[in-house]
C-alpha cells in the first residue's frame, strides 16, 4: 500500500466509493440528530414525563452534539479521521440501541446524548475527503458532503412520523442502529488509515474549559423560552459561560497544542463563515419546519392545508431530494467560481426563494415548490463554507476548523427553534387546547428569513477573494489571486 498525503495509507476503494460511504455516514448523522423532532409533542406520553423534562431528548442531543464536535474534530487531526469516525458511529449504534429496547427515561437521555456526538461526523468526514481523493475530486465529494446535512435534516422530519406512525417507536432506533453498524463496518475496512503518529499532546484542561462554556450557553438557547429570557437561571447561566470563556481563551493562547487554534479562528475568511454559518443554518431550518406545519395543520386554522402524516412525508421528500439533486450542480459551481461566489449566490437565491415562499402558499404544490427553491440556495451555501475554511486553514487542522463551523451551524438551529417559538407564541391561534401556527406566522418568519439571506450575502462579499481548490501535491493553488 503507497503511503498519501498527510500520512494515510491508499487503499484499493475507488473515489466514488469513498464519497458514497462517507456521504452515507453524514446522511445517518443529520437523521440522528432531527429524526425526534416533528414527535417532540409525543414524548411525555411515551416516557410518561411532563412537557418540561421531556424536552430535555432534544436538548441532550444538542448539547452533547456541541460538546463533542470541537474535542472529536482535534482528535480527528491529531489521530487520523478514520478511527474517530468509527468510534463516534459506534457511540451512535449504542445510544440508538438503548432508545430501541429501553422505556427508560433517563436511558433515553443517555442514548440522546450518545447519538448527538455524532454531529461531529460530517466535519471529519470532509477532512478525511481532503486528505485521501484526488484533488479533482475533492469539491464534488465536499459538496456532496455538505448536502447530507439538508437531505438528512429535511428527510428525518417526514420519515419520523411515517416510521412512528406505521412501524411503532422502536423502529425509528432499530434502523439507526442498523445503518451505523454497516457503517463502520465500511469504513473500517474500505477507507485510508493514517499511520503516521502524532506528537501533539491533548489539551484536556481546554477541552474543560471549552465544555464549561458551551453548556451554559447551549442551555441558554434552548431553554429561555421555557424559563424566561430574563430569569435569574438563564441570567445566571450566561454570566457562567461569558466567565468561562474569558478564562479559556488566555488559557488555549498559552497551549502549544490547544484544544482550537484560537489564530485560525480570527482570519478574516474563517470568522466570517462562520458567522453566515449561524446565519444560514437559521434560515435553512425555518423552511423544513415551517413547510411541514403548513401542509399538516388543519384547513380551519388559517394557511393550513390539513394534509396527512403520511401525505406530509412524501411532499417533503422532495425537498431533501433537492438538496441531493443540487449538490453536484455547487461542485461544479465551487470549481468554477471558488467558495465564496457560490456562497453569495447561494445566500442571494435563499432571499428570494423565501419571497417565493410568501407569495406562493395556496396550494401544496406551491408549498413544495417554494421550499424546494429554498433547499437548492442552502445547498449552495453549506457547499460553500466547508470549502472556503479549508483554503483558509493548513491541512492539519481542516477537521478541527471544520467542526468549529459545523458548531456554528448547531448555535443557528437553536436559535432558529428559540425564534420560531417565540413568533408563533405572540401569532399562533388555540383549538381545543392545541395551538397552530397561522399565515401570520408563517409570513412573519418568512420575512425574517429575507433579512438573514441577504445579510449573510452581504457579508460574505468581505470574505478576501482568495477561493483555492487543492493541487496535484495535497497543498493549495489560488483560484483567484485578487484580493479586495
Keep these: 500500500m503507497a503511503l498519501m498525503r498527510s500520512g494515510y495509507v491508499r487503499r484499493a476503494s475507488s473515489p466514488n466509493a469513498v464519497i458514497v460511504v462517507l456521504c452515507m455516514v453524514g446522511i445517518v448523522a443529520a ?10 409533542s409525543r414524548l411525555p406520553e411515551i416516557y410518561d414525563v411532563s412537557a418540561v423534562p421531556a424536552s430535555w431528548i432534544i436538548t ?23 478511527l474517530i469516525i468509527v468510534a463516534t458511529l459506534i457511540g451512535l449504534v449504542l445510544g440508538s440501541l438503548l ?22 461526523l460530517v466535519p471529519v468526514a470532509m477532512s478525511l475527503m481532503k486528505h485521501v481523493l484526488p484533488p479533482e475530486r475533492v469539491g464534488f465529494g465536499v459538496a456532496l458532503m455538505s448536502g447530507t446535512l ?10 419520523a ?3 412512528y406512525t406505521h412501524l411503532g417507536w422502536s ?22 488509515k493514517r499511520v503516521t503518529e502524532s506528537k501533539q499532546s491533548i489539551d484536556w484542561f481546554g477541552a474543560l474549559l471549552l465544555t464549561v462554556a458551551l453548556t451554559p450557553l447551549i442551555l441558554v438557547v434552548t431553554q429561555g423560552n421555557v424559563w424566561g429570557w430574563l430569569s435569574r437561571p438563564i441570567i445566571g447561566l450566561t454570566l457562567l459561560s461569558l466567565v468561562a470563556f474569558l478564562a479559556w481563551v488566555p488559557w488555549e493562547r498559552r497551549q502549544r497544542d490547544p484544544i482550537v487554534h484560537l489564530g485560525l479562528l480570527v482570519l478574516r475568511p474563517v470568522a466570517l463563515t462562520n458567522i453566515v454559518a449561524i446565519i444560514i443554518a437559521m434560515a435553512m431550518l425555518i423552511n423544513l419546519f415551517l413547510a411541514g406545519q403548513q401542509l399538516a395543520v388543519p384547513e380551519f386554522v388559517a394557511g393550513g392545508l390539513g394534509l396527512s402524516a403520511d401525505a406530509t412525508g412524501l411532499v417533503m421528500a422532495f425537498p431533501a431530494g433537492a438538496v441531493a439533486a443540487a449538490s453536484p450542480l455547487a461542485a461544479r459551481l465551487l470549481r468554477r467560481f471558488g467558495g465564496r461566489w457560490v456562497l453569495i449566490a447561494g445566500a442571494l437565491f435563499m432571499a428570494a426563494s423565501y419571497v417565493a415562499r410568501i407569495l406562493l402558499d395556496g396550494s401544496v404544490f406551491e408549498i413544495a415548490l ?19 475554511i479549508m483554503a483558509a486553514v493548513p491541512s492539519e487542522h481542516t477537521a478541527s476548523a471544520n467542526g468549529i463551523n459545523t458548531l456554528c451551524r448547531m448555535l443557528g438551529t437553536s436559535l432558529s427553534t428559540a425564534g420560531m417559538a417565540a413568533v408563533t407564541s ?22 425574517a428569513c429575507v433579512v438573514l439571506s441577504m445579510t449573510a450575502a452581504l457579508l460574505t462579499t468581505a470574505i478576501p477573494r482568495r477561493d483555492r481548490l487543492p493541487d496535484g501535491h495535497g497543498g493549495l493553488v489560488t483560484e483567484s489571486a485578487t484580493a479586495p
Design 171 to 192: 423502529s425509528l432506533f432499530w434502523g439507526l442502529a442498523i445503518l451505523g453498524a454497516l457503517l463502520a463496518f465500511l469504513v473500517w475496512t474500505m477507507l485510508p
Design 426 to 447: 405572540f401569532t399562533a391561534v388555540t383549538f381545543d387546547g392545541t395551538e397552530y401556527p397561522t399565515t401570520e406566522t408563517y409570513h412573519l418568519l418568512f420575512w
Design 31 to 40: 437523521l440522528g440528530g432531527t429524526l425526534l423532532v416533528p414527535l417532540v
Design 99 to 120: 432508545l430501541a429496547i429501553s422505556d427508560s427515561f433517563a436511558l433515553a437521555i443517555v442514548g440522546r446524548s450518545l447519538q448527538g456526538v455524532a454531529a461531529a
Design 150 to 159: 439538508g437531505a438528512g435534516s429535511a428527510l428525518g422530519l417526514p420519515l
Design 370 to 388: 417554494g421550499a424546494v427553491l429554498v433547499c437548492v440556495g442552502t445547498c449552495l451555501a453549506l457547499s460553500a463554507m466547508p470549502m472556503i
Design 60 to 82: 441532550s442531543t444538542l448539547l452533547a452534539g456541541a460538546l463533542a464536535t470541537p474535542i472529536l474534530t482535534r482528535l480527528a487531526d491529531m489521530f487520523g479521521a478514520r
Design 161 to 163: 412520523g411515517f416510521m
